[in-house]
């Protein structure tokens, strides 16, 4: 029988398969050096992108707070537009027309607002007042102390007993005609706060009236279905949680305010709604807000009672009332849902009160969760593996490569998915 084998001395020579780069293109010795070259453009793009959003980053907080004229009003109005949301979708969905819900919303706020300010401000400012009426009280209940600390510390005796025995200069009274409204509280403030409250109401009104269309807008501008659903994701996920948040934490501190103004008008303390409305609205600001509504209360309790101990009770029954919220009433309602990173909420109220002071602090919590939510939907961006690696595209393209070398039916992986 004749041998059939093929004559493998008459085959051409098949070529080698070219190498390949990461692309899929073939490497030549021109392709490797431009492939190096555009390397080194990318790392110097990253860099050069890098400082300049270092730059920005830094600016940021000097320029927000050498424009707080304009910051600020326009921060609390998107902030107070984010959580009357819901209540302007539920208006809607009543076949209400978008600008008439956004003036009933506005109109509802700046109600709500005008009843806390009538409650809390007008009778602070009678009530602190008389303060230089009363520091001869507020020296007699905080003598024992004083001397109690005075034996603990010889320096701190000589000092405090000068202080206490400095005799109190008779200062003039001079009439003041108590505003009855939030626009003539901001008129005897300042012209310019009439300015910035005007703004932000129209702000806020605006905002709301054309949020339908606008989320629509950005939402269709989206070139590819899966860019529009993280879009609408991401907006959605804001309004839940801010509006989530505010709504909760403000029927919270509501109760908590209530709560402590019955104990405070049974201890006998003049004015209990203005110090429960003083301790909710504090307590907006997590740790140091209410440290300083305890302060506050045991300076008018100084100024009220003649016994020490009973004006020491105030502060004392309204922290043990913001101990009972804190550790079990809003992690019992709260959850999980709203769970913030401590160090977090004190690094934001740490930044926005420098920037902003005291409405800076208010607006921490509600600023750090949007940018929390926005983040979380938006991801991160992986600058390092840009300018230190090859870029993550490529580390991309392993990724799907191990992935088909193990079988896998998709080429996509999902966003949650390990490298």
Known sequence: MADRSPDLSDAAPSPLPAAEGAFGLPLTAGGIEDARIALRRDRLLAALTLLAGLGVVLGTPFALKAGAEFFLPTTVALV??????????????????????????????????????????????????????????????????????????????????????????????????????????????????????????LVTFFFL????????????????????????????????????????????????????????????????????????????????????????????????????????AAPGIMYGCHLIEANVLTPLIVGHRLTISPILILVSISFWGWIWGTPGALLAVPLLVIIQTVLGAAGKPDIAGFLFEHGTLVRQERRHARRFEKGSTSPVDSPGSPA
């Open 209 to 312: 009236s054309g949020w339908t269309r606008l989320r629509e807008r950005t939402i269709t501008s989206r070139t590819s279905f899966g860019g529009a659903m993280a879009t609408a994701r991401v907006i959605q996920d804001v309004v839940d949680h801010v509006s989530s948040y505010l709504g909760t934490i403000t029927v919270i501190n509501v109760a908590l305010g209530l709560t402590v103004a019955g104990m405070l008008h049974l201890l006998g303390m003049p004015s209990p709604l203005m110090w429960g409305g003083i301790v909710a609205l504090l307590n907006y600001i997590p740790y140091f807000g209410p440290v300083v509504a305890a302060l506050l209360i045991a300076i008018g309790a100084l100024m009220t009672f003649g016994d020490v101990w009973t004006a020491l």
């Open 80 to 201: 107070v537009g984010i959580a009357l949301i819901p209540m302007l979708e539920w208006l809607e969905r009543r076949r209400i027309p978008s600008p008439i819900a956004a003036l009933i919303c506005v109109l509802l706020f700046l109600i709500a607002a005008n009843i806390v300010v009538a409650a809390i401000v007008f009778p602070a400012i009678d009530f602190f007042r008389l303060l230089p009426k009363r520091i001869g009280r507020i020296q007699e209940n905080l003598a024992p102390l004083l001397d109690l600390y005075s034996n603990l510390e010889h320096y701190a005796n000589r000092t405090l007993r000068q202080i206490a025995s400095t005799p109190i200069r008779p200062l003039p009274t001079a009439t003041v005609t108590q505003p009855q409204s939030i626009l003539e509280l901001a008129a005897s403030s300042a012209p310019a706060a009439i300015i910035q409250l005007f703004y932000a109401v």
